[in-house]
């Protein structure tokens, strides 16, 4: 009886001490297994932020938005674009250029002459003569400049055409002035007397250059032939616009470097021809 009762003590023992060791296994295969699994929540949060830093130096290495340069940076003096000889022609009773107000004479210019030939009781002739420059910067947003100015020419040469009142309408293109340029003329009734009116409207690169050039016999004096004077507006239009180029010659304020893509040695047919949309008034003459 005693050794049956020493064996079960020694049985009860032993399975006490197997219960024992399976409990310290189990709780030293938990710490391993917490450290297991904090390695894998930090590889993973480390390829997100790996991820997360590729992308954001890809976006900053994108190319910000660009726009070819502008070609011309300047403008001439508005009253010295004609010579003194072409003026003697046109408005020979002037005296002097009247330079027009701009905020920016580097973006906008102009200047009007006016000639009152008088005659006494054979009447008179008046002639009126503006020039109107307005050059355009590249913006990424409306694009580059040479665009910009060939929308506003084409604006002009319909501004032109739909002038109210006006008589006989011709448009016609000219050639060798400047990248593009078309010539609008018409007659205009006043009380004064029949004016004929001469358009030019012109485009180099990225600069428009407008000219106004009218004529009117008054006072009974005869009216002056349109064809004369279209031939002389023609001629003072393409010595302005080689006023521009020469402003802009050789680096003085040629930003882009060479003539853009878009532009074109020959005048442009759909300006010439385009519908008479805005009710925008062009001044007929000044006194």
Do not use: H
Request: charged letters at 25%.
């Amino acid at each position: 009886m005693q050794r049956r009762a020493q064996r079960e003590e020694r049985d009860q023992r032993a399975k006490r001490a197997k219960r024992l060791n399976r409990v310290l296994v189990c709780a030293a295969a938990v710490p391993v297994m917490l450290v297991a699994s904090g390695c894998s929540s930090d590889s993973g949060s480390g390829d997100s932020t790996d991820k997360a830093a590729k992308s954001a130096a890809s976006a900053s290495a994108s190319p910000s938005p660009t726009v070819r340069a502008a070609a011309y940076s300047k403008l001439p003096e508005p009253c010295k674009v004609l010579s003194k000889k072409t003026l003697e022609d046109l408005v020979p009773e002037s005296k002097s250029g009247k330079e027009g107000k701009s905020d920016d004479i580097s973006t906008r210019a102009g200047c009007s002459w006016s000639s009152l030939d008088n005659n006494g009781v054979k009447g008179s002739q008046f002639r009126w003569l503006n020039v109107s420059l307005l050059r355009f910067e590249s913006d990424v947003a409306r694009g580059p400049a040479d665009k910009l100015a060939q929308e506003y020419y084409t604006k002009q040469v319909q501004d032109a055409q739909a002038v109210e009142g006006a008589k006989g309408a011709k448009t016609e293109p000219v050639s060798g002035t400047g990248d593009q340029a078309t010539a609008v003329t018409y007659e205009l009734k006043k009380k004064e007397g029949t004016f004929k009116q001469q358009t030019i409207v012109a485009r180099v690169e990225n600069v428009v250059v407008t000219l106004d050039y009218n004529g009117a016999g008054l006072a009974g004096d005869k009216t002056p032939s349109g064809a004369d004077l279209l031939k002389d507006a023609k001629k003072a239009a393409k010595e302005a616009v080689e006023a521009v180029t020469e402003a802009n010659a050789s680096g003085g304020g040629k930003a882009g470097g060479s003539p853009s893509k878009s532009s074109s040695t020959s005048p442009s047919k759909s300006a010439s021809k385009a519908a008479s949309g805005s009710s925008s008034k062009k001044p007929v003459s000044k006194s």
